[in-house]
Each structure stands twice: as C-alpha cells, then as structure tokens.
C-alpha cells in the first residue's frame, strides 16, 4: 500500500496513552480548521474541526485545540488504540470553510505500541 | 450513497508522455477538486470544478489541466510528464454549499514517471 509516512515526523505512543500532535499553520487570515487521518493506501479521513472563533472542540476521543495568537494546532487523542496509527495532518481555509481550497501542513506519522 | 472512487489505483507512464486520471465524485456533490501529493508530504491544491468550469487553481503550470462533465465526475490531465511529477493523485468532492467542509476524498491514483 501508500507510504505516506516517508521522512515525516513520527510519534510513537503506547496503546492506552494519550497523544498530542501539533501543527503551525502558514496564514493569518485563516478561520477555519480540519484534521485529516491518512492510512496507507486511502486518502485524508476527516477527523473534527474548528472556527477561529473558538479555541477548542471535542468529538469522541479527540480535542482540538486552536491558539491564534501563535498560530498553532494540537490534536490530542485519549487512549490511544493500535487502529490510530497513521500519518495525521492540519489543514486550514481562509474562506470560513465555504469555498476555496484546504493549505495542508507537512503531517505527522502515528504509531502505536500494542 | 457512494464514496468517491478514482481510477486507476496505480499508474506507470514514461517522462514525456501524457496521462489522464479520473474521479466518480460522491452522489450530491457537484464540486470536485484535485490535490498532488508527493511522497512524506500534505496534498497540495491543483484546481477545482464547479459546473464544469475551473473555479480555483493552485501553482501548477498548464500542463496540469482538467475537466468536469455534467454527471459531476471530473479528469485530470497532465502532458509532457516529468520526473517529479510522481505523486499520490486525490479527488474530493464536496456540495457548494458546504463548501471544503464537505470535502470527501478519494484513495487517490499513485502516478509514478520513469
């Protein structure tokens, strides 16, 4: 299948520990955020997103958390399990999400010590 | 309600020839953008349709051009192949309305030049 993975930053975790991934994004102007799960052989998966207007969101067992000041995302996953490891990337919109296109970070890869 | 599907998966083409990928967006969506994403890297944005014209485009030369029919699919084309033009190909699709929120991505045509 893809390895996505090639010469990206990796996080190793042990299965039932929490991750955080991190992500500086590039524009100022953006006010809108995904991350995307991507395994091998399959494209971007959405996972949550957020608003400029807000500063943090929890789904099922993520939260993302925005800084604007210091343009920075984390992604924190709880208890994290084997079916997590992937390559993990933020992505932003300056649109608010309703046009344009999505400037994607460099990516993280996710592996889970069973 | 289908996903996107592309086709092919895999792609061996030669430097200098010309090649065409396509992308079944998924049933609703009437938007289609294409993303380049080389290996250890985030997509990056090619263009995008909508109404079967271009409605975006990101920093690829002419080369890369494309197509949208009335059924809403999509083909890229890229002439004159390079080397670095290898790259895991994506198609998302997404409602107008919804804009990059409603992005769903394909498992993309792995393209490799020789």
């Known amino acids: 299948g893809e390895n996505v993975g090639l010469h990206l930053p990796t996080l190793s975790v042990q299965e039932g520990d929490n991750s955080i991934i991190n992500c500086a994004y590039s524009n100022s102007a953006s006010d809108y955020f995904i991350w995307y799960k991507q395994e091998s052989g399959k494209g971007p998966q959405f996972i949550i997103d957020i608003r400029s207007n807000m500063d943090k969101r929890q789904g099922q067992r993520v939260t993302v958390l925005l800084n604007k000041t210091v343009k920075h995302l984390s992604l924190q996953i709880a208890a994290t399990q084997p079916g997590d490891s992937a390559v993990y990337f933020c992505a932003e919109n300056p649109y608010g999400g309703s046009q344009g296109n999505l400037i994607f970070g460099k990516g993280t890869k996710l592996s889970v010590k069973p | ?114």
Not at chain 2, 2 to 14: A, D, M
Not at chain 2, 52 to 68: A, K, V, Y
Not at chain 2, 99 to 108: D, H, K, N, R
């Open chain 2, 1 to 114: 309600e289908t996903g996107v599907t592309q086709s092919p998966t895999h792609l061996i083409k030669t430097r200098g020839q010309q090649v065409t990928l396509r992308c079944s967006s998924q049933s609703g969506h009437n938007t289609v953008s294409w993303y380049q994403q080389a290996l250890g890297q985030g997509p990056q944005f090619i263009f995008q349709y909508y109404r079967e014209e271009e409605n975006g485009r990101g920093n690829f030369p002419p080369r890369f051009s494309g197509l949208q029919f009335p059924n809403y699919s999509s083909e890229l084309n890229v002439n004159a192949l390079e080397l670095d033009d290898s790259a895991l190909y994506l198609c998302a699709s997404s409602w107008t309305a919804a804009g990059v929120e409603g992005y769903t991505f394909g498992s993309g045509t792995r393209l490799t030049v020789v």
